[in-house]
């Protein structure tokens, strides 16, 4: 798979990279979340802007954004604001939540940013096309918390996201059985054979567990991890993760040096 780098770390090679959502509902508190992260060994960073109080003006969280981002030099931040539709706590109209994306690229507040794929083809292309103009790395993601769809309209739908632009497609799916882990990682592996970039795939809940961990295997660049509190079923505390997917790394490499 192509690796994108950000701030030397490289996504889409190797063992699957960390990132710790930031879920503060207080500007204060996020500060104090980012260093815990960080000193517990996270790669990267996303912030969840959309648990943040509705008080808090679109000025005010670019700002914040902007001084989260280049207060980690050596860690990207990816800046998200999920929708109620797509299991976040966001409210915000299409109209709006597309502003507030673009007021994050112009002001180069984030080192990545999530475009969620609902938006539709028109806002997706533009604001994929407005960050990479800018410099500023776009995530096109989807996220489903009752089902796993087939392989192939996983497939699709991933290819659908890089024909939009997309620099990384993230998908996130429910997994009700083993069988539904299996078609997530049977899509992922496939869309990454075709190497135009890295990809974010996990089944949420305790039978997609094993999609958050063994990500070098079949294809996924950055696996979502807790420190003080999950943004989704199924997350494993970073601890743990790191020292599981380092295990599963040593043993890849050790098996490509054995043949």
Known sequence: M??????EIPLGVGAPKTIVPLMSTQQEDLA????CAVQAGADCLEWRIDFLDAHVSPSEIVHQAAALTNAYPHNPVLVTFRSK?????????????VALITSLIDEHAADLVDIEIGLGERAVRSLTKAAREQGVA?????????????SDDIV?????????GADI????TMARAQSDAFELMRATA????????????MAMGKEGVITRLAGETFGSALTFCSVSGTSAPGQVELAEAR???????????HDELAE
């Open 2 to 7: 192509k690796p994108l780098i950000i701030k």
């Open 32 to 35: 104090a979340q980012a260093r």
């Open 85 to 97: 539709e797509q299991g976040g706590q966001g409210s915000l109209s299409s109209q709006d939540q």
């Open 138 to 150: 776009s995530v096109v993601s989807f996220h489903d918390f009752t089902a796993t769809p087939p």
């Open 156 to 164: 699709e739908l991933i290819r659908q996201m890089r024909t939009w």
């Open 169 to 172: 497609a993230k998908v996130a």
């Open 190 to 201: 496939v869309c990454a054979r075709a190497d135009e970039g890295p990809l974010v795939a």
């Open 243 to 253: 020292r599981i997917i380092n295990l599963l790394h040593d043993a890849l490499a």
